[in-house]
């Protein structure tokens, strides 16, 4: 008889999906959402939720519906050679080229820097990352049962903490909600999904969607169905709460503007909050929370990266990976959030195409038998659109013109792609390339890649 799991198991699971996506870096995204949407908040956090949330849901279920072991392993249906390319920069990614430095400057953020003069700033972050990213290493190489134990009290302290400040802002707000700023004016919608791409949830959730298969098998479930099922409801669980988080964040944020004025991240505006309704000891305790949070967070990243380039490296020892994986972090965390982000959302809007392709290619695979030609077709296309979308996000960052060769592609995809100023340009063409070969592979009748 199939074991069926009850509520108390689902909830269990979904706690543990949600610690795992919740980093005190997702906090900071939605409190400068709601600084800049202002009075279009409602529309810009709905945007955000698609991409903050709905993705990441759809990762974990295209992780249980499609039956591999690891991510690897499904996006080697496009081809074994894309497939150790795409997961390893995608562990760069949620790894040491952003997410983990990301964990060292939002603790330093929010932390560290309410209780530092301006003068002495730079030494501070200096001093503090190099700290941070040694404590990392240190306890990444001698992995203990303590980083569990502080993980499981910090993620209720981190609950109740923004429970009381929500709490407190619904009842008496910090000011009056003011005018949207910049792209949040006419497009905030469209400027919600960006800013979802920047918590990494989705990409993450290729990778973290294997710990929770696992656990459920754990529990006795192997049905597939029952897993695929045991799945969703964790997923929902977990998404629920990040989106009541999300939604209360912004609002803190869009309430904030008024007595705080506009700031470059959004660390500063929990801190604020902190320290006008809670005072010196609200500063203090979250403070110490965002700082173990962000602690426990980065080993996570730094263990997960160095376990997965030691299986593909073999002959590169885990801890070489992470000793020069801790000292990479050191060194980009330095560079500043605002700097991290602002270099980070080129990579995602290259990597975020390709991973929602695969994605969507997943929960279509039994339609089109598997076919490797549907798979290849369809990522070349998205590849093709991210990698310029890409290029082009990289400029706009860095406020240059285009580069000579890529004016003429951009103006191109303007002119043909629907929705390509929007950022999903990819889309259309994609969906049109899975229906004409996966017609083909149908009529064909004969799987190509092993599921």
């Known amino acids: 008889m199939q074991k069926k799991l009850s509520f ?9 999906l ?14 400068q959402l709601g600084q800049y949407a202002g009075t279009n908040m409602w529309l810009a956090v709905l945007g955000f939720l698609i991409t903050g ?18 991510l690897q392993q499904l996006a080697s249906r496009i081809h074994p050679v894309y497939a150790v390319v795409f997961t390893s920069l995608l562990y760069l990614t949620i790894g040491p080229f952003f997410a983990a430095p990301r964990t060292g400057a939002v603790a330093f953020d929010i932390g560290i820097s309410p209780f530092i ?15 941070f990213f040694g404590l990392t290493l240190w306890l990444s190489l001698n992995p203990a049962k303590i980083v569990d134990r502080v993980g499981k009290i910090l993620s209720p302290a981190l609950i109740v903490l923004l429970f009381a400040l929500l709490v407190m802002v619904i009842v ?15 497009g905030a919608l469209i400027k919600g999904v960006m800013e979802g791409y920047n918590t990494m949830d989705a990409l993450a959730s290729l990778v973290f969607g294997i710990i929770v ?16 099922m045991a799945t969703a409801k964790a997923g929902a669980i ?21 007595l705080f004025g506009l700031f470059d991240t959004g660390g500063p505006v929990l801190s604020g909050a902190s ?9 203090v305790m979250l403070a110490v929370v965002i700082l173990l949070a962000c602690l426990t967070t980065s080993i996570g990243l730094i263990t997960a990266c160095g376990e997965y380039f030691n299986t593909i490296m073999p002959k590169i020892s885990y801890k070489v990976f992470v000793i020069f994986f801790s000292t990479f972090c050191f060194v980009i965390a330095n560079f500043g959030l605002a700097n991290i982000i602002t270099y980070s959302i080129p990579v995602l809007m290259f990597l975020y195409p390709l991973s929602v392709v695969l994605m969507i290619l997943t929960f279509l695979s039994p339609l089109f038998n598997h076919a490797r030609v549907v798979y290849v077709s369809a990522t070349v296309v998205a590849f093709m659109i991210s990698i310029i979308d890409g290029f082009k996000t990289l400029c706009k960052s860095l406020e240059i013109e285009y580069f000579d060769w890529l004016a003429p592609i951009i103006s191109f995809y303007d002119r043909v792609l629907p929705f390509y100023e929007e950022g999903l340009g990819w889309l259309l063409p994609v969906l049109v390339v899975i229906l004409i070969t996966g017609i083909a592979a149908r009529i064909r009748k004969k799987p190509t890649v092993e599921v």
């Open 117 to 131: 003069s301006a003068e002495y700033m730079q030494i501070a972050t200096i001093i503090f990352t190099l700290l």
């Open 53 to 70: 949330v709905g993705l990441p849901f759809l990762g974990i279920l295209a992780m249980g519906f499609s039956g591999s072991q690891n």
């Open 275 to 283: 320290s006008h309704y809670l005072g010196t000891f609200g500063l």
């Open 8 to 16: 108390s198991s689902y909830l269990a699971i979904g706690l543990m």
């Open 172 to 186: 008496k707000p910090m000011g009056v909600i003011q005018s949207p700023q910049g792209d949040y004016t006419s």
């Open 238 to 258: 977990a998404t629920t709460f990040l989106a009541i988080i999300y939604v209360g964040i912004a609002y803190l944020g869009a309430t904030s503007t008024e």
């Open 18 to 31: 949600f610690a795992l996506f919740f980093g005190a870096g997702n906090l900071i995204f939605p409190a």
């Open 213 to 228: 298969i696992n656990a459920i098998r754990s529990m006795g479930v192997t049905n597939k169905r029952e897993i695929l």
